[in-house]
């Protein structure tokens, strides 16, 4: 069984940034895709990025050159680099990991960009 537990959200100022986070745990990890997703208030679920095992990384429209996404391998870890913040961006943020053939989701953290 695999474990994702992420970290990082919270109340920022917008043009402010925040950084998230997102760990496996578990046993036999082999993980493919690492994908961050968010839910804004009253909208659908958004994929915002990902990146691959190889390194290869793709973002929304509406983040691109302001959300980077990386990963440590080493440590199973997925990381969201946000800046510049729009209050638009407020939504809660989910990881998502292929392990396998199998996807295992986290339990979301909540970012809120206001004044």
């Known amino acids: 069984q695999v474990q994702l537990v992420e970290s990082g959200g919270g109340l920022v100022q917008p043009g402010g940034s925040l950084r998230l986070s997102c760990a496996a745990s578990g046993s036999n990890l082999n993980i493919r895709n690492m994908e961050w997703y968010r839910r804004a208030p009253g909208k659908q679920l958004e994929l915002v990025a990902l990146?691959?095992?190889?390194?290869?990384?793709d973002y929304a429209e509406s983040v691109k050159g302001r959300f980077t996404i990386s990963r440590d391998n080493g440590k199973n870890t997925v990381y969201l680099q946000m800046n510049s913040l729009k209050p638009e961006d407020t939504a809660v943020y989910y990881c998502r990991m292929i392990n396998y053939a199998s996807e295992y989701w986290g339990q979301g953290t909540q970012a809120i960009v206001s004044s």
């Open positions: 990146i691959t095992s190889g390194g290869t990384s």
